[in-house]
């Protein structure tokens, strides 16, 4: 059963870097499956941020980066601000045609 | 602007069934796959079905196969989700979005956007 594993929370100061991970294995995100990342405050929808592991749709704010090594794909903020609280979450390719996210991770600026 | 709009949430009896409907408009709705995801309260995302830009192919989550049917009316702009055999578990907030997803060279790549608002469906007695 494929899954993708977040820590359930993360923390950090205004001004700070923060990462978010997401681990899978060596048969997908570790091959050739990259992931995206999702923002979701809260009660409302989520929000594409990442796209093709470390791809920016238009109007995301380049404080938002996405990498990858070996297993784990991992999610950065920089300069942390107070409206970037909230969940994050990552989504990959489960089966063709499928998807599958990860758990989440609530992230809190101090 | 493109905007999705869910609509049909209620509160339905373990067994009975739902249908959402998803507006789509400011795009070309024919020209997009989209897909649906839920999520619990107080729980995760869960992808659930996506249906091609035609309507001809379909995908569930296993949890759902049997049971939901995904289609879409391109004439009208509209996607639907039908949900049948209802259980507590399929208590979601489900939202409907845009779906970019594409096989690239590094693989399948997903791209959820943009989202509704969603809509919330309550399985309970």
């Known amino acids: 059963q494929f899954a993708l594993t977040q820590p359930a929370s993360v923390s950090g100061s205004p001004g700070q870097s923060i990462t978010i991970s997401c681990t899978g294995t060596?048969?997908?995100?570790?091959?050739?499956?990259?992931v995206s990342w999702y923002q979701q405050h809260p009660d409302k929808a989520p929000k594409l941020l990442i796209y093709?592991?470390?791809k920016r749709p238009s109007g995301v704010s380049n404080r938002f980066s996405g990498s990858k090594s070996g297993n784990t794909a991992s999610l950065t903020i920089s300069g942390l601000q107070a409206e970037d609280e909230g969940d994050y979450y990552c989504c990959a390719n489960s089966n063709a045609g499928t998807w599958v996210f990860g758990g989440g991770t609530k992230l809190t600026v101090l | 602007e493109v905007q999705l709009l869910e609509s049909g949430g209620d509160l339905v009896q373990p067994g009975g069934s739902l249908r959402l409907s998803c507006a789509a408009s400011g795009f070309t709705f024919s020209s997009y796959a989209m897909s649906w995801v839920r999520q619990a309260p107080g729980k995760g995302l869960e992808w659930v079905s996506a249906?091609?830009?035609?309507?001809?192919?379909?995908w569930f989550v296993d949890s759902v196969k049997g049971r939901f049917t995904i289609s879409r009316d391109n004439s009208e702009n509209t996607m639907y989700l039908q949900m049948k055999s209802l259980r507590a578990d399929d208590t979601a907030t489900y939202y409907c979005a845009r779906d970019l997803s594409y096989h690239g060279s590094s693989g399948h790549i997903n791209r959820f956007d943009p989202w509704g608002q969603g809509t919330l469906v309550t399985v309970s007695s």
């Open positions: 093709e592991g470390s």
């Open positions: 060596s048969s997908d995100v570790g091959n050739y499956n990259p």
């Open positions: 249906i091609s830009d035609s309507g001809a192919t379909t």
